[in-house]
């Protein structure tokens, strides 16, 4: 039997991409690992670009506008948000207005894994 974790207020589950793990459904009812410790996501473009460059998110990143990056702006990345209704870039950028522990806590409190789209 699968035990249900609380969300928690944890920076270390910021995704590369800004969105929370720790309020996430999957990572919560342990069917995922959460962004940084899932091996099985070596797919993701964000995820290796990040690693590759010491980010902790998307958020670090100072050589591209997230508007430009293709890594950021693929074709899973705009099914992801249309399906789950994600703004991941509102998430970036409140990171980058808040930092991380401040955006975890933010998250945390509103039991969210995403910025909604409007």
């Not at 950028?93 to 995403?114: H, Q």
Request: include cysteine; aromatic fraction near 10%.
């Amino acid at each position: 039997m699968k035990t249900t974790k609380e969300i928690a207020e944890d920076k270390s589950l910021i995704a590369f991409c800004g969105l929370y793990c720790g309020a996430c459904r999957l990572y919560l009812s342990g069917k995922c690992a959460g962004c940084k410790d899932n091996v099985k996501a070596a797919w993701c473009k964000v995820r290796t670009c990040c690693q590759d460059n010491s980010f902790a998110s998307c958020a670090d990143c100072k050589s591209i506008d997230l508007k430009e990056c293709k890594k950021f702006n693929n074709f899973f990345a705009k099914l992801f948000g249309l399906i789950f209704n994600s703004n991941r870039a509102a998430c970036v950028n409140r990171i980058k207005e808040i930092g991380y522990d401040s955006y975890a806590k933010e998250m945390t409190e509103k039991r969210m894994m995403s910025i909604k789209r409007r």
